[in-house]
């Protein structure tokens, strides 16, 4: 699943291929993804010009004056910059071609992303308003975290991937935070001190950051490449590690489902 790092490296990737220019055609072979492809988007797109590419959690927002194009990625979405189009290939839903020649193609094999309009001048768009900051918004800090887990008994991992308090931490990079800060994943969120949400934001922030700069090194592979993009591999300290010995201590990486998701902690390092 792509997870933030690859959403921004994705950002990255496309920007620069349209920023500034204006769209020449939208074609739309299935709109059958989480919801349809609104059926007048081409009247909305076409003749227009995209500003800039923002993000904000796994949402890919193409800016057009005020309105914008929200494009998520899914499950198993992916958007590749093309300078000469290839045929299509099965699960390629929608190009979109810049004047210039240049296209956009979004290929999604089980559908769960998303292309909506989100028309200026209208109340922020549901996915968007209830989302908490962003992991490197200076408003995601110890003393935020701190404040708001003082009532949650519910373990620190969920409280992590919990995108109204901080949004883009998945399941790979909770795990691993939570190994490099040191914290045990089932840690009841009001019991742990302000300095360990110190240890936790850092964490947090230096295994996103690690991420999207080995994403950065596959970039080229946004623009004129038919295979599948990568998805950014870490040395990872715990996740998928269950049994083999920690990478700082060599006791046994333990594993449980906590919220449904595989959580793995090295019972020594992490308390
Ligand atoms: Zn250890």
């Known amino acids: ?32 993804l989480r919801w349809p492809v609104p059926g007048d988007l081409q009247l909305h797109l076409v003749g227009r010009s995209i500003d800039r590419v923002d993000r904000r959690s796994k949402y890919l927002l193409f800016r057009l004056g005020s309105d914008t194009l929200l494009v998520h990625l899914g499950m198993t979405g992916s958007l590749r910059v093309f300078h000469t189009l290839p045929p299509r290939r099965a699960h390629d839903h929608v190009d979109l071609t810049m004047e210039g020649g240049v296209t956009l193609r979004y290929n999604d094999p089980r559908r769960f992303g998303a292309i909506l309009w989100l028309p200026g001048g209208e109340p922020e768009h549901a996915l968007l308003a209830s989302l908490g900051p962003e992991p490197f918004d200076p408003a995601f800090d110890a003393a935020y975290f701190w404040r708001e887990t003082r009532r949650r008994t519910a ?50 922030r230096a295994v996103l950051t690690e991420a999207i700069a080995k994403g950065g090194s596959t970039l080229r592979d946004y623009v004129d490449a038919t295979g599948e993009p990568g998805y950014f591999q870490l040395d990872y300290f715990v996740y998928g590690r269950e049994d083999a010995p920690c990478r700082v201590c060599g006791t ?16 020594a390092c992490q308390r």
């Open 1 to 32: 699943m792509p997870e933030l790092p690859e959403v921004e490296t994705t950002r990255r990737g496309v920007e620069p291929q349209v920023a500034g220019r204006r769209i020449h055609a939208l074609q739309v072979y299935d709109r059958r």
């Open 155 to 204: 373990a620190i991992k969920l409280a992590l991937m919990d995108n109204h308090l901080v949004v883009g931490v998945g399941n790979i990079y909770a795990n691993e935070a939570l190994f490099r800060a040191g914290i045990r994943p089932t840690t009841p969120s009001h019991r742990l001190t302000r300095p360990r949400f110190a240890r936790l934001v850092d964490a947090v």
């Open 252 to 267: 046994p990486i333990r594993h449980r489902r906590l919220g449904g998701r595989a959580s793995f902690w090295c019972p």
